[in-house]
């Protein structure tokens, strides 16, 4: 199969702020604002699987799939805090929130109407 044509579509990137649990260790990004920092969270359509999958490089050990794109929007902003905390990059103190944004994309190849 030859590659697919370029298509159009829209990436939806909303950016949520997470309010995070009790505090456990000391923050690492100390020098850094934690309302300056923005984790960037990629979802791709996967269409063998019929879901899409949202991974980050900058939350480490980020994956997890869903079959709607609200779904994993839903998951983040749970599983980035758990992670964050789990690797020690943030200090989980309750007044500190995050931000991230979620960036989708879907390809699809459609017939043309006869």
Same mark, same amino acid.
């Given at each position: 199969?030859?590659? &697919?044509?370029? +298509?159009?579509?829209?990436?939806?990137?909303? +950016?949520?702020?997470?309010?995070?649990? $009790?505090?456990?260790?000391?923050?690492?990004?100390?020098?850094?604002?934690?309302?300056?920092?923005?984790?960037?969270?990629?979802?791709?359509?996967?269409?063998? *699987?019929?879901?899409?999958?949202?991974?980050?490089?900058?939350?480490?050990?980020?994956?997890?799939? &869903?079959?709607?794109?609200?779904?994993?929007?839903?998951?983040?902003?749970?599983?980035?805090?758990?992670?964050?905390?789990?690797?020690?990059?943030?200090?989980?103190?309750?007044?500190? *929130?995050? +931000?991230?944004?979620?960036?989708?994309?879907? $390809?699809?190849?459609?017939?043309? &109407?006869?």
């Amino acid at each position: 199969m030859g590659p &697919a044509p370029a +298509s159009r579509h829209s990436p939806l990137t909303p +950016s949520f702020t997470v309010r995070l649990g $009790q505090p456990q260790q000391p923050p690492v990004l100390s020098s850094i604002p934690m309302a300056a920092v923005v984790y960037h969270v990629q979802a791709d359509w996967d269409p063998e *699987a019929d879901v899409w999958v949202a991974t980050s490089d900058d939350v480490p050990g980020l994956a997890t799939d &869903a079959s709607t794109i609200e779904t994993p929007t839903e998951k983040l902003r749970t599983m980035i805090p758990e992670l964050l905390k789990a690797n020690q990059l943030v200090s989980g103190d309750p007044s500190e *929130a995050i +931000s991230f944004e979620l960036t989708s994309h879907r $390809q699809e190849r459609v017939r043309l &109407a006869s």
